[in-house]
């Protein structure tokens, strides 16, 4: 049972241009949900964050928008850089429970 | 502040002999959390222990046992591995907070072969 979905196995996008990484879930009783972004051999690196009682968080060059209703969040990078190229993994939790992952999609900036 | 330390970060084993993997969380941080990441399963959750209990469990065989110490540290016993058990193992911390909204910070992993 898959919880949380990123549909997307990879995205290519233009230096500079805006990247956008979707991701669905399923539980209705997550309450707060994380973007990491992970490069090869090395553990996932905590990007940002937003809790189920708002629908927008910015962080400098990203921002994550919640979408309760249809149960989706998104993250957006702008402008993109090549610094961005690495996978990004959603992720969910419930009162701050275990962590549940989605597959991952690889993003890779093209200069 | 220091980050996330996980050792070894690699290990060559061989089927049915055992691995312990040891995590060191950010100073002042309670809870640290267990993950696997293999190629075909993504990001899957181990366990989780606060204030050396276990409080959640993943859906792993009974071989795959932890235990967290007074000073927060953890470790992780893989017994009788299996060749399925090579994968990257990431230790994760946080803060524990009530509120729910406790962000996971994790470590660089172990990655365990298994020949």
């Known amino acids: 049972d898959q919880q949380v979905k990123q549909n997307s196995p990879s995205l290519s996008v233009q230096e500079g241009r805006i990247s956008i990484l979707n991701c669905d879930y399923t539980n209705s009783m997550f309450d707060y949900f994380l973007w990491y972004k992970k490069y090869p051999a090395e553990g996932p690196t905590f990007l940002i964050s937003?809790?189920?009682?708002?629908d927008k968080n910015e962080d400098g060059r990203f921002t994550v928008f919640l979408n309760k209703s249809a149960k989706h969040l998104s993250l957006h990078i702008v402008p993109s850089q090549p610094g961005d190229s690495a996978v990004y993994f959603c992720?969910?939790?419930?009162?701050?429970?275990?962590?549940?992952f989605g597959q991952g999609t690889r993003l890779t900036i093209n200069p | 502040k220091a980050g996330v330390t996980q050792t070894p970060r690699y290990l060559i084993k061989t089927r049915g002999q055992q691995v312990t993997l040891s995590c060191s969380p950010i100073?002042?941080?309670?809870?640290v959390s267990w993950y696997q990441q293999t190629p075909g399963q993504g990001l899957q959750f181990l366990f989780e222990?606060?204030?050396?209990?276990?409080?959640n469990k993943g859906n792993f065989p009974g071989r795959f046992s932890g235990r967290q110490f007074s000073n927060s540290r953890s470790e992780m016993n893989v017994s009788t591995l299996e060749l399925g058990d090579s994968a990257l193992y990431l230790c994760?911390?946080?803060?524990?907070?009530?509120?729910?909204?406790?962000?996971?910070?994790f470590g660089p992993g172990t990655r365990l072969t298994v020949l």
């Open positions: 222990y606060f204030s050396e209990t276990q409080r």
């Open positions: 100073s002042g941080h309670r809870s």
């Open positions: 937003i809790s189920s009682i708002k």
């Open positions: 994760a911390s946080s803060l524990a907070m009530a509120s729910g909204s406790d962000t996971q910070y």
């Open positions: 992720a969910a939790t419930h009162q701050a429970q275990k962590l549940v």
